[in-house]
């Protein structure tokens, strides 16, 4: 069973910057595609961004596009998201999700998660 491990989340300003980190217990991570997910109190889980297994397509939500980017390094087992210019309705709980052999934006079809961390943005 592959275990996710989020970490990296904290308290910022709106402005900052933060980058959260997903490492995988497994070595089948390095083909897994993988995603950022967060919810918000109140709020329906969204995605933020995915990965493909190889780490040559990349995409994101519109609300994040030009201030978040996602990568891996599958030599270490991990995918990261890079958060710039953060916002107060960035405000979340992020999430990393695997899957493999499914390119999708569905929660659902992501059979490994991780925990969460938590990711504050306020001034």
């Known amino acids: 069973q592959m275990r996710l491990v989020e970490s990296g989340g904290g308290t910022v300003q709106p402005g900052a910057s933060l980058r959260l980190s997903c490492t995988a217990s497994?070595?089948?991570?390095?083909?897994?595609?993988v995603a950022w997910f967060r919810q918000a109190p109140g709020t329906e889980r969204e995605i933020v961004a995915r990965i493909t297994a190889s780490g040559g397509t990349a995409e994101y939500a519109d609300s994040v596009k030009g201030r978040f980017t996602i990568s891996r390094d599958n030599a270490k087992n991990i995918v990261s998201l890079e958060m710039n210019s953060l916002k107060p309705e960035d405000t979340a709980i992020y999430y990393c999700a695997a899957a493999l052999g499914h390119w999708t934006i569905l929660w659902r079809n992501y059979p490994y998660r991780g925990q969460g961390t938590q990711v504050t943005v306020s001034s």
């Open positions: 497994e070595r089948s991570f390095t083909t897994a595609h």
